[in-house]
């Protein structure tokens, strides 16, 4: 099966800071990789995804590109803000459907 | 509003018990999921349906555990005689079918069992 390994957080930032989070899989096939997102009382959101190698996924100021060559999807913006505390969560899809999560990355932005 | 719903959003429950839980799916959605997620952790797959067909289940999905998804619509997870261990989140998720459909998630159920 598939396996994620996301960098180790808590993660704490001051606003307009420039965030990085990690992420390399294993997965049999070509997966789909996806980051979500899970503010804090509120269920998980889809923040945004890639389906082929060297695609470029990006929402809300993220970004993210699919690596086939590392096997690594890492998660960047450029200038953080105090909303943007979350949980963070990589995972690739496999065989269309599913969904493997890592440990998610905890990140604090503080003003 | 037209995202997943779960029902309820809480459950305490004494260690022994019954409990069911319901997802309702983005309408036109064919696939639907259950996760579990603990704290600290990220979710784990539990059971998926496609239509009304539950094609694939988890090791993590005991005997005591049983999911329907009876007109390819709803979908209900039922737990058996609930252990301590059970106590968790879980997530039901619903998408349409193809290569990098998006995957919608419920606001969960949060089960503590006591």
């Known amino acids: 099966g598939n396996s994620v390994t996301q960098m180790e957080g808590p993660v704490t930032l001051s606003e307009e800071a420039f965030l990085t989070i990690n992420c390399t899989y294993t997965?049999?096939?070509?997966?789909?990789l996806f980051w979500y997102v899970q503010y804090p009382g509120e269920g998980l959101q889809l923040l945004l995804k890639?389906?082929?190698?060297?695609d470029k996924g990006s929402n809300k100021g993220f970004e993210a590109t699919y690596r086939k060559e590392t096997t690594s999807f890492h998660l960047e913006k450029g200038s953080v803000q105090v909303s943007d505390s979350a949980v963070y969560f990589c995972?690739?899809?496999?065989?269309?459907?599913?969904?493997?999560f890592g440990a998610g990355t905890t990140v604090t932005v503080r003003a | 509003d037209t995202g997943v719903s779960q029902d309820p959003r809480h459950k305490i429950t004494k260690r022994g018990q019954n409990v069911t839980f319901r997802c309702d799916p983005i309408?036109?959605?064919?696939?639907l999921y259950w996760y579990r997620q603990t704290l600290g952790q990220g979710p784990e797959f539990l059971t998926y349906?496609?239509?009304?067909?539950?094609?694939?289940k988890s090791r993590l999905l005991s005997d005591r555990f049983s999911a329907e998804r009876p007109k390819g619509s709803f979908s209900t997870l039922e737990i058996q005689r609930t252990e301590q261990g059970d106590s968790a989140m879980y997530l039901c998720?619903?998408?349409?079918?193809?290569?990098?459909?998006?995957?919608?998630f419920g606001q969960g159920t949060r089960l503590t069992v006591v």
């Open positions: 309408s036109e959605h064919n696939r």
């Open positions: 997965a049999t096939g070509y997966p789909s």
């Open positions: 995972a690739p899809s496999s065989n269309d459907y599913k969904l493997s």
């Open positions: 349906f496609q239509n009304e067909a539950q094609l694939e």
């Open positions: 890639a389906t082929k190698a060297d």
């Open positions: 998720a619903s998408s349409l079918g193809g290569q990098g459909a998006l995957t919608f």
